[in-house]
């Protein structure tokens, strides 16, 4: 049973960071791309990163480049988002998804965590 397990968020500060993981189980990865949504209130779910589970290739979106990294542990099956300069726009629930590398849409999806920036 694939499991996607997203922690790591919660309340900051404007201007602050946060480091979401999102730990994976259930199958083997390889050939597979991680991305991480998220979904603020009234709002569509956006992609802003994704990266292989070669690590070769990264995505970001323009809102969050710059101040986001995507980066992937093959050692602990776990994904990491790094947020730095953390902006009030960028409160959501973040999301870590995963479908194979030449799918169309992700197939497995975590059950979400709560990111907060105050003014």
């Not at 790591?8 to 949504?37: D, E, H, K, N, P």
């Not at 902006?87 to 907060?116: H, I, L, M, N, S």
Request: proline fraction near 2%; charge should be positive; glycine fraction near 10%.
């Amino acid at each position: 049973q694939v499991q996607l397990v997203e922690s790591g968020g919660g309340l900051v500060q404007a201007g602050g960071s946060l480091r979401l993981s999102c730990a994976a189980s259930g199958r083997s990865f390889s050939g597979y791309l991680m991305g991480w949504f998220r979904q603020a209130p009234g709002k569509e779910r956006e992609l802003i990163a994704s990266i292989t589970w070669s690590g070769i290739r990264r995505y970001y979106t323009d809102s969050v480049k710059g101040r986001f990294a995507v980066s992937r542990d093959i050692a602990k099956n776990t994904v990491y988002l790094q947020m730095n300069s953390l902006k009030p726009e960028d409160t959501a629930a973040y999301y870590c998804a995963a479908r194979y590398e030449y799918a169309q849409k992700y197939d497995y999806w975590g059950q979400g965590t709560q990111v907060t920036v105050s003014s």
